[in-house]
Structure formats: structure tokens, C-alpha cells
């Protein structure tokens, strides 16, 4: 069908929407054709089965009108391939085989709204689907990767029969079998008096992928302008053991922040925010029971021993799977500020693992977090059509995240913080990238 000009997509058309058995001379006159200009057409379209000739009659045939009826649709300028699109076609295969095809329990009262939920309501879903299938030929997992790993997720179909040496006719098959798969669909792109035919997967698959890849934050150059907040990837726990040696051998003033900032290598004890960070440090000692205060000093507690003892990359595990570590940021709410958000939270770095230093403002645009029902991916019914919805969080959410990354997980040595051009910014460390990658 890719093969017809407009012309004959408009004969194609008025002989699917006229009677079964009509005169030429009728299409002739709705048309505005003339008999030389028809004929050339007809003999084309007669090619499709559609209908043949009786003299001057176009007799259709019943069935294959079905067909091409539903087929037709893809030509038009608003079509899209969609999971309304899937629905009717699967509208045309016998309701007692569907069941079977898609391991859906026959007592089903709505098919497609079970094949909604069992494999297209969140993404997960889908990604596991995609996973298991097992298609059973090269060919057609090729044409799915060819599709899926391009960059507009949308690929020529003589693009893909000319890679796999395929017929019309086998390439046809294929395509139908991948769209029963809910994998990939035919569409059609305008070209001038043409039409280009094209493979994608269905609309709301690909606009979920898009928006993956549109808002994948890009690593930031290599560049001096890049401030980080210390400059190892464990300084916290390395500040912290320094802090514990130090107040074994005499315990520290707190009065004396220049003393406490001696401590720690590389610490600046004139800039302003080294205060806070000195204090953020002996709360977090105190609450692990590493240490505590009394008189205005510090002192080690007898875990500190066992503590100093561990190699760095377990001292950053201790903080990180201490049942008593937590994030101490008074600002937020409890029904905000608990474990299963904060998990929730670190798991999102996955998506830059590898990918360097990142601005979090454009790490948040991508994040998918599912906080609560509402900040959850999942398929949602938008008018007549489908979509995947994506979560919009409130201020106190985008504080929880702020803080599962510039404090949590800077802590546990997982990532490293700093800030370019008045905007904060983190990368993945080696550590983070083996804790989170495996």
C-alpha cells in the first residue's frame, strides 16, 4: 500500500465506502475522474484482492473489505499507532482465541482492558514482558532492535526488508506478527505525492522511550568551574574516622571549629559552611554511637574502635545500612521523610550511573519516583486515547530527593557533590557505580 500515490488511495477509498457491486462509471463521476486516468488505477488496486470486474461493474469482496477498511486507516493525517488501533485489530480475530494468545483468564469481562493491566499499565510491566517473549526467529527480534535502538524509534520499512533480504509478502507477515506481539506497528509518513512506510513501536511505548532519552541529563564538561563540596569520594567517613582517631588520644573542644577543621584533610575552616558540616558531622557520630558530647567535648564511644578499624569502603557501608542512620533534615514531614522514600529516592541514580557529573535541576526532570499512587508511572486513559503519566512532584518531595543525594548518599561515599555555575551538581562514584550496578 506504501506503493500508492494519493490518487489511488482516494479510488481505494470510495470503492470500500461504496456498495458491494457498483458501476466504474460511478467512481468515475464522485471522483472527477476521467476513464483513462480510472482505468490505470483500477487495474493497480484490483492487485489487492479487494474486488475484481464484472464488465462495467467493481464487485467487492465482503471480507477483504474488512480488511482494507482497517488497513486505510494508517493513511490518514491524524492516524497514530496506537493501543486504540491494537483494540481494533484485535476486534478482527475471534473473541474465544484471544485468551489463548495472551494468557488472560477466560472469565474475563474486557479483554483489552486485562491486556491494559497485564502488560501495558506501568512500564515495568511492559520491560518484563519484553524480556520474556521468546519470538522464535532472527528476524523479527532484529527488526524489534532495529526499531527500538534508533534514534526516533522510527524505522523505513524498505529500510528493514532490504537488511533482511525479505519479500513484500514475508516482510507483511512479519509485521503482522509483531503487532499482535504488541511490539512494533505499520504506519505510514507523507512524502510529497507518496507515502513512506514506516515501523514504530506503538505510540505509547514511544513516547514513554522519548521522554527517557529527551530527559536524560547530559554529563557536564570536564571544567575547573566545578566546586566539589570535598574533594575524596569518601571524605565523609575519612573526616569522621579523623575526628574519631583525634578524640582518642584527647577528646576535642567544640568551641574550636579551626581545631575540629585541622582534623580533617583538606577542610577549610574560613569558608562558611564548614561550621555546619563540622556539626553535621559529630550529629551523625552521635547518632551511630560512634561518639558523644558532654562538657563541650567530644569523646569516642567503644564501637569507635571497631569502626576505625573496618577498610574505607566498608566504613561507608556501615553508615549506609546502620538501622540508625537516617537523613537529619527537621524541615520535613514524617509522611515524606521515611525509609521506603528515601530507597525510592537513591534507586533513581540508576539512570546516571555512567553518565559523570550531572546538575540535579536536570536530573529532577527525568526522575521517576513513585512517591505515592500519584507520582507512580502508569497508563492512564487520557479522552479517547492512552497515556503514560509522568509524576510531578511537590516542594517537599524534590527537598527528599535533594537530600537522599547531597546527604545520604554523599555520606555512604555513593556519589560525590559539588556545584558549577551557582547550580548543584553530582556524579556517581566507582563506589556508587558497583553498589547500584550490580
Not at 465482503?62 to 485489530?89: A, S, V, W
Request: charged share 30%.
Amino acid at each position: 500500500m506504501s506503493q500508492f500515490s494519493k490518487t489511488d488511495l482516494l479510488v481505494l477509498e470510495e470503492i470500500l465506502y461504496s456498495s458491494l457491486n457498483f458501476p466504474i462509471e460511478r467512481l468515475q463521476k464522485n471522483l472527477s475522474l476521467s476513464k483513462e486516468e480510472l482505468l490505470p488505477i483500477i487495474d493497480k488496486l484490483s492487485e489487492t484482492a479487494l474486488f475484481h470486474l464484472e464488465e462495467s461493474h467493481i464487485v467487492v469482496d465482503k471480507e477483504m473489505r474488512k480488511y482494507y477498511e482497517f488497513q486505510i486507516l494508517k493513511f490518514e493525517d491524524n492516524f497514530i499507532p496506537d493501543l486504540e488501533f491494537l483494540q481494533g485489530m484485535l476486534k478482527k480475530v475471534p473473541i474465544h482465541v484471544l485468551p489463548n494468545w495472551y494468557s488472560i483468564p477466560r472469565t474475563s469481562d474486557n479483554i483489552f482492558q486485562s491486556l491494559i493491566e497485564k502488560y501495558f499499565l506501568t512500564p515495568q510491566a511492559f520491560q518484563r514482558y519484553l524480556l520474556d517473549i521468546n519470538l522464535g526467529d532472527p528476524v523479527l527480534t532484529g527488526i524489534v532492535q532495529d526499531v527500538f535502538n534508533n534514534d526516533d524509534l522510527k524505522v523505513p520499512s524498505q529500510e528493514l526488508m532490504d537488511k533482511y533480504d525479505l519479500t513484500k509478502e514475508r516482510f507483511e507477515e512479519c509485521l503482522l506478527l509483531l503487532e499482535f506481539n504488541l511490539l512494533c506497528c505499520q504506519g505510514y509518513d507523507s512524502r510529497g505525492s507518496h507515502w513512506r512506510e514506516v515501523v514504530t513501536p506503538f505510540r505509547e511505548w514511544r513516547e514513554y522511550l522519548l521522554f527517557l532519552r529527551e530527559t536524560c541529563p547530559q554529563p557536564l564538561p570536564k571544567t575547573s568551574k566545578l566546586i566539589r563540596r570535598r574533594p575524596a569520594d569518601f571524605a565523609f567517613v575519612l573526616d569522621m574516622s579523623a575526628l574519631l582517631k583525634a578524640s582518642m588520644a584527647e577528646p576535642l573542644s567544640l568551641r574550636d571549629f579551626k581545631q575540629l577543621a585541622q582534623k580533617c584533610d583538606g577542610l577549610n575552616a574560613d569558608e562558611a559552611k564548614t561550621e555546619s558540616y563540622l556539626n553535621h558531622l559529630i550529629d551523625k557520630m552521635r547518632l551511630l554511637r560512634l561518639a558523644d558530647c558532654a562538657k563541650e567535648k567530644l569523646y569516642p564511644l567503644e564501637q569507635a574502635r571497631d569502626f576505625l578499624n573496618l577498610r574505607t569502603e566498608n566504613k561507608a557501608l556501615f553508615l549506609y545500612r546502620h538501622p540508625l542512620n537516617c537523613i537529619l533534615n527537621t524541615s520535613l514531614p514524617s509522611h515524606i521523610l521515611n525509609e521506603r522514600n528515601m530507597r525510592e529516592a537513591e534507586k533513581a541514580i540508576s539512570r546516571v550511573l555512567d553518565t559523570g557529573w550531572v546538575f540535579f535541576d536536570d536530573f529532577i526532570k527525568g526522575a521517576l519516583i513513585p512517591f505515592t499512587e500519584e507520582t507512580r508511572v502508569k497508563l492512564t486513559r487520557r479522552g479517547k486515547g492512552w497515556k503514560y503519566s509522568f509524576p510531578h512532584y511537590s516542594e517537599e518531595e524534590i527537598e527528599l530527593i535533594r537530600a537522599t543525594l547531597f546527604e545520604w548518599l554523599f555520606e555512604a561515599g555513593i556519589v560525590a557533590v559539588g556545584m558549577q555555575d551557582d547550580r548543584p551538581c553530582f556524579c556517581a562514584t566507582p563506589f556508587g557505580q558497583n553498589l547500584f550496578g550490580s
